[in-house]
């Protein structure tokens, strides 16, 4: 199942107009003194401006002032993550700045603030850094940036996973791609050739989630993967609640069994995918990379403490928060077990 560093990019700032003040100040001054030496003309002069012609050069003076640093065009690849950290500020100051949350999605061209309000876009830069929509019988569409999850666009578009999936011929297995077109409607009905149209089937609900949390006695295997997760959030000062977040969502993600796979890339302790910042399949693979992973992040991803006001959010969001998961009520259902392992392992 998205802090190497990604590479950042180097703002771009206008270079001033190099000054005439000093210029058009000297060759306009009065001399202190009747007898001051003639002055030489520059190179390529002939002679030196005088009267009219020098207060002309010298209103032609541009001021240098060097506007502060306060605002970031994304460049593919970027994550809130990285460009807070590139710039000395934090994800919850841009979550502030520019009115995002923990949803939200960036992408490139779009120009984000890295303190006060938000500058406004030109005209052209708006009509870029817009994801491009797909005009058919459907309606408006969206076009996938890299990041994307079904989830995450559905949250984002008011929508749930399952129309999602009913207007695009999808399942909880498809995969989708950066540049790929999603609809957020089915296409219309063609109109039946009788006078009175055929009305149009209602749409698809949504399967209520059947997902319980049975009662579990932890084998060796979950034991020695539970003690490792309770270990690990020890040594890093993780609060007994944060401790028992980890170990739901282990349960919930790999039934705390450090499996090679899973849905689509994902791999190990709490399926954390490759594809969406989390490592290398090798490290995934590896229970101590993934379960610090887990509470840290990567260069790429937040981790449980990156979370602003993780500890006063629910126990399913704040899993949810790292996770981005299609079904995030699971893992509250974990909580009293979770509770009782930690008390008794450690």
Do not use: C, K
């Not at 009747?34 to 030489?40: E, L, S």
């Not at 593919?76 to 993550?81: A, H, K, P, R, S």
């Not at 890299?146 to 995450?152: C, Y």
């Not at 039946?192 to 997902?211: E, F, K, L, N, W």
Request: hydrophobic share 45%.
């Amino acid at each position: 199942m998205t802090t190497t560093p990604s590479t950042r990019r180097a703002l771009g700032l206008a270079v001033p107009t190099v000054l005439l003040t000093t210029v058009a100040t000297a060759l306009v001054a009065t001399p202190a003194q009747a007898h001051t030496p003639a002055r030489v003309p520059a190179p390529g002069l002939t002679a030196l401006p005088t009267g009219a012609a020098a207060a002309a050069l010298a209103a032609r003076t541009v001021p240098v002032e060097l506007a502060p640093v306060t605002a970031y065009t994304v460049q593919d690849g970027d994550t809130l993550w990285d460009i807070a950290r590139a710039h000395g500020t934090s994800v919850a100051a841009l979550y502030a700045a520019n009115g995002l949350g923990s949803d939200s999605i960036i992408y490139p061209g779009q120009v984000l603030a890295l303190g006060g309000t938000a500058p406004a876009p030109s005209p052209a830069a708006s009509e870029s850094a817009t994801p491009a929509p797909a005009a058919d019988a459907a309606g408006p569409g969206y076009a996938v940036v890299a990041g994307d999850t079904l989830w995450s666009i559905a949250h984002e578009h008011g929508i749930s996973l399952a129309e999602l999936y009913a207007a695009n011929g999808l399942s909880p297995d498809s995969i989708i791609y950066p540049g790929q077109t999603l609809r957020f409607a089915a296409p219309a009905p063609a109109p039946a050739p009788a006078p009175a149209p055929a009305a149009a089937d209602p749409a698809p609900q949504p399967a209520p989630d059947t997902y319980t949390a049975p009662q579990v006695v932890l084998d060796d295997v979950q034991t020695a993967n539970a003690q490792h997760i309770i270990r690990v959030g020890r040594e890093l000062g993780v609060s007994d609640r944060g401790i028992a977040i980890a170990l739901a969502t282990a349960m919930v993600e790999s039934g705390l069994v450090n499996t090679p796979s899973g849905d689509r890339d994902s791999i190990g302790l709490f399926q954390q995918r490759p594809s969406t910042g989390w490592g290398s399949p090798e490290q995934i693979a590896d229970a101590d990379y993934a379960i610090r992973a887990f509470y840290v992040g990567t260069a790429h991803t937040n981790g449980l403490l990156d979370i602003p006001g993780w500890e006063s959010l629910g126990f399913s969001e704040a899993a949810q928060e790292v996770q981005i998961s299609a079904f995030p009520a699971r893992y509250g259902l974990w909580e009293p077990q979770a509770d009782g392992w930690l008390a008794a392992l450690g």
